[in-house]
């Protein structure tokens, strides 16, 4: 199994550009997972589906954020518009259904985003 | 509002066990204790995670207290490879497996 894919996996843009940042999941898991992750703020959830259904999305921090899970296989996070407070990476995560606890959670290995 | 508390840093020499702690005084009857650790420049890798029995696998074990407020995670022959932040999480046993990630303990391996 490839694992959790992320594209691209760096991202340089300017201050009011649209990005959007794209995750295929596990094959057969569930649980899509959007992550944040700052020196400041360590990482954080902004949104997690099930079913790719939209479940939990208070962690977005703001109505520039955007997710969407059209099917089982993508997810996309789009910023519009981009501002240099957004640059992090952005980690998504899938674990397997039913709501277990004992689901872990895979990562993918980010996108570096830099807003200038 | 942190559920867990960790120390920010530790040492370990190379081949010896590293012993993590990690706190969480308040965790309830249905919170499990989920380990992860994050190695520079990668996504955060799964370790181990219990409830309330000792657990082990291929990668580490989990200690828990028999009343549940502290664990220790241990790496039984650290390695260079192991220098990462490690991240105590307590996760609730309902529908979607939300983790929230604290500040960890970042592990220095040194030879």
């Known amino acids: 199994d490839a694992g959790v894919i992320q594209s691209p996996r760096h991202e340089v843009t300017e201050m009011g550009q649209e990005v959007t940042l794209r995750c295929k999941p596990i094959?057969?898991?569930?649980?899509l997972f959007w992550y944040r992750q700052t020196m400041m703020r360590g990482l954080e959830l902004l949104i997690y589906?099930?079913?790719?259904?939209?479940?939990?999305d208070s962690g977005m921090p703001e109505d520039r954020f955007s997710a969407k899970m059209p099917n089982a296989s993508f997810s996309t996070l789009k910023i519009q518009p981009s501002e240099p407070r957004d640059s992090a990476v952005y980690f998504c995560?899938?674990?397997?259904?039913?709501?277990?606890?004992?689901?872990?959670?895979?990562f993918g290995p980010g996108t570096r985003l830099t807003v200038l | 509002d942190a559920k867990t508390t960790q120390p920010t840093s530790m040492d370990c020499a190379e081949g010896r066990a590293a012993n993590l702690p990690c706190n969480h005084s308040?965790?309830?009857?249905?919170?499990?204790v989920y380990w992860y650790r994050q190695i520079h420049s990668q996504g955060p890798q799964y370790i181990i995670h219990?409830?309330?029995n000792n657990e082990t696998n291929e990668m580490a074990s989990l200690i828990i207290t028999e009343d549940r407020k502290s664990s220790t995670l241990i790496l039984p022959h650290a390695t260079l490879r192991d220098t990462a932040v490690y991240y105590c999480?307590?996760?609730?046993?309902?529908?979607?497996?939300?983790?929230?990630f604290g500040g960890g303990t970042r592990l220095m391996v040194k030879p």
């Open positions: 995560a899938s674990s397997l259904g039913g709501g277990r606890s004992t689901d872990t959670q895979y």
């Open positions: 094959s057969g898991h569930d649980y």
């Open positions: 589906f099930n079913n790719n259904v939209p479940i939990d």
């Open positions: 308040t965790i309830s009857g249905n919170e499990y």
């Open positions: 219990g409830l309330k």
């Open positions: 999480i307590l996760v609730k046993n309902n529908a979607g497996n939300m983790l929230t």
